[in-house]
T-cell receptor
Framework: DQQVKQNSPSLSVQEGRISILNCDYT??????FLWYKKYPAEGPTFLIS?????DKNEDGRFTVFLNKSAKHLSLHIVPSQPGDSAVYFC?????????????FGEGTQLTVNP | NAGVTQTPKFRVLKTGQSMTLLCAQD?????MYWYRQDPGMGLRLIHY???????AKGEVPDGYNVSRLKKQNFLLGLESAAPSQTSVYFC?????????????FGAGTRLSVL
């Protein structure tokens, strides 16, 4: 079963506008959530994270929101820039999980048009 | 600062051939992971290690073996390659900080099995 799901395979926005990427999860034991960004022919790079004790975390143009009751998190990018065009992966982990393993979503391809 | 290095970057195998993918990290991380990425499926964990001399199965371990003889290296082996193992393989490492597991990834190995 897919415990972390990103329902939108792709998203296209205009430069300067807001990009909103969504992620849903089913496992109530998840207590730490991360977003990774991936450019073609490169490995994923860590972008931003949030603990389940918070509902918002901000880092520059990037903000992650967590709604525990809905088991939903979102990544907001404001303003969007062409260099933000990449695949974004949502990931989750549970503290008690051996090896602190991450469960990834399928990814969303973001395209920011100049 | 190399971080996580994967070799080789590309490889083409014939069905039934064997090969080993090497992952090396210079961050003194305890945990190491091997993932595969397939279109529309995100990153799936193959095997992982919580320390030198230890390995454990992930989500999709069949057809693969791993070894962690040294803390900085994590090897992924394919004993008899199959076309279904055509994929992009990523190695990652992280510190043993359960509450905040940020994994750092290599650039990937693109493997084709004919």
């Amino acid at each position: 079963d897919q415990q972390v799901k990103q329902n939108s395979p792709s998203l296209s926005v205009q430069e300067g506008r807001i990009s909103i990427l969504n992620c849903d999860y089913t496992n109530s034991m998840f207590d730490y959530f991360l977003w990774y960004k991936k450019y073609p022919a490169e490995g994923p790079t860590f972008l931003i994270s949030i603990s389940s004790i918070k509902d918002k975390n901000e880092d520059g143009r990037f903000t992650v929101f967590l709604n525990k009751s809905a088991k939903h998190l979102s990544l907001h990018i404001v303003p969007s820039q062409p260099g933000d065009s990449a695949v974004y992966f949502c990931a989750a982990s549970a503290r008690e999980t051996s090896g602190s393993r991450l469960t990834f979503g399928e990814g969303t391809q973001l395209t920011v048009n100049p | 600062n190399a971080g996580v290095t994967q070799t080789p970057k590309f490889r083409v195998l014939k069905t039934g051939q064997s090969m080993t993918l090497l992952c090396a990290q210079d961050m003194n991380h305890e945990y190491m992971y091997w993932y595969r990425q397939d279109p529309g499926m995100g990153l799936r964990l193959i095997h992982y290690s919580v320390g030198e001399g230890t390995t454990a199965k992930g989500e999709v371990p069949d057809g693969y073996n791993v070894s962690r003889l040294k803390k900085q290296n994590f090897l992924l082996g394919l004993e008899s390659a199959a076309p279904s193992q055509t994929s992009v393989y990523f190695c990652a490492s992280s510190n043993r900080v359960a509450a905040k597991n940020i994994q750092y990834f290599g650039a990937g190995t693109r493997l084709s099995v004919l």
